[in-house]
């Protein structure tokens, strides 16, 4: 049996990014990380916008070059899977028959997209996103005189939207919310968006699912409930994802209700010799006070970084505030905070002028900030009233008057 001193599980970006984490702090203990896709860790954001376009190559994808691994003297055993952690042996079986010993051991497993369990959905060009192939298979099926009909009006559906609709396929939008990011946009964002994807060419149909697909082998029309079939010749589906969770849950560390895994603040499982970060990881957070799960990049570049060190030896708590981006079209924004539940938002600038950011308070406190086009200034400011919470009686009046300096309403 082959022993290493840190095996990390999972080669999507907290993988990767824990190799860094742990060499910050150990320069020699041997580091393995076992993946079963069949590349050196890589992040996806790109895989639904210029990767996706054609205009990114596969190098920009992945989150370091091979020569990386060398120099950090990390194994990365690509196609191969853990199918077993022993956690009282200290030891992780893999699909092809090797077992390795470990003294500390990541969970960074991550998630695999979900597939609406419809008629039809396992024609061929009916499409989930999750790995570079998924977005190789969808540029290929897509593009000039081709109809892409996409499920969800979220994140990945928003962007895939947006970067098939650029290479020149008529696309079409259904969910069943009521507007674009409907979790996090309010009416008067969801209405830009919407103008924004009509003005490009793109058909939404908000409060619209599909019954069912239909198609000679490989899929031609898709059957909505709304009484229309369209003519199709692709369809991605980006509704979710499912949390591989599995290896965590059969060796018996605690999960939570929803199948997350439950981490402490220093991203250690209920094993102290195993840790988790990133897509699966449901961590205590101090700013928001309660057990946050985020399926964002930063939180996996940083937790997997912070889960390394911390295996290394070194006990520093994970408190970064959650953030991330998108873009859409020519739009691009940024959120900080924690957007799950919001009851009132004050708007900063003008969304008609692509300049403007929406401050979201719950329960009377700010609970986070979505930010488009405002000036870089901003953005440290912005972070700061986040994390302090601010209440809503406090900052509403000066948020929305934009001749009040930001600094001023920190400090
Ligand atoms: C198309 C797309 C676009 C995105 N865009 C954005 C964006 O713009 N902004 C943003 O903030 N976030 C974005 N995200 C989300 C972000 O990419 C995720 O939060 C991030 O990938 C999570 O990283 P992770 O390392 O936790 O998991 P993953 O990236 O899912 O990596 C987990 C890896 O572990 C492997 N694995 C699982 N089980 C096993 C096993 N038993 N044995 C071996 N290997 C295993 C998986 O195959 C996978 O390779 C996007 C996601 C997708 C899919």
Request: proline content about 4%; aromatic content about 8%.
């Amino acid at each position: 049996m082959d022993s290493y001193k840190y095996i990390i599980i999972g080669g999507g970006l907290a993988g990767g990014k824990a190799v860094d984490g742990i060499r910050q702090v150990d320069e020699t203990g041997e580091v393995a990380v076992v993946t079963v896709e069949p590349h050196r860790p890589y992040e996806r954001p790109p895989l639904s916008k210029d990767y996706l376009r054609g205009e990114a190559g596969l190098e920009s994808v992945y989150v370091e070059d091979a020569a990386h691994y060398d120099a950090a003297d990390a194994e990365i055993l690509t196609g191969v899977r853990a199918t077993r952690v022993v956690p009282d042996k200290r030891r992780v079986e893999l699909d092809d028959g090797r077992e390795l010993g470990y003294e500390k051991l990541l969970l960074a497993t991550g998630g695999r997209a979900w597939r609406l369990p419809l008629p039809g959905n396992d024609l061929e060009n009916v499409f989930t996103l999750r790995t570079i192939e998924d977005s190789e298979r969808i540029r290929e099926a897509a593009g000039e005189g081709t109809h892409a009909l996409i499920m969800g009006g979220s994140f990945i559906g928003c962007e895939v939207a947006a970067s098939l609709r650029q290479l020149g396929t008529q696309v079409t939008m259904i969910f069943p919310g009521s507007r674009l990011l409907e979790r996090i946009a309010p009416v008067a964002l969801g209405d830009l968006l919407f103008a924004k994807y009509r003005d490009e060419g793109v058909n939404v149909f908000p409060g619209t699912v599909s019954e069912g697909l239909e198609g000679d082998g490989k899929v031609q029309r898709a059957q909505l409930d709304n009484g229309k079939m369209l003519e199709v010749d692709l369809v991605v589906m980006g509704v979710g994802i499912r949390l591989n969770t599995e290896l965590a849950d059969e060796a018996g560390l605690t999960l939570n209700e929803r199948g997350a895994l439950i981490v402490d603040e220093h991203l250690r499982t209920s094993d102290p010799d195993i840790y988790g970060a990133g897509d699966i990881a449901a961590w205590p957070d101090p700013t928001f006070g309660e057990r946050l799960r985020v399926e964002h990049w930063d939180v996996a570049r940083r937790q997997g970084r912070q889960a390394g060190r911390n295996m290394a030896g070194e006990e520093v708590a994970y408190t970064a505030l959650p953030y991330f981006f998108s873009d859409l079209f020519d739009l691009s924004f940024e959120v900080w905070g924690n957007l799950n539940a919001w009851e009132e938002t004050v708007v900063r600038g003008s969304p008609g002028k692509g300049s403007f950011a929406y401050y979201y308070f719950d329960g009377g406190r700010l609970v986070g900030v979505l930010s488009m086009g405002r000036p870089s200034s901003e953005r440290k400011p912005m972070q700061e009233l986040v994390k302090a919470r601010v209440p809503y009686d406090d900052i509403a009046v000066d948020l929305g008057d934009e001749s009040v300096d930001l600094d001023r309403i920190t400090h």
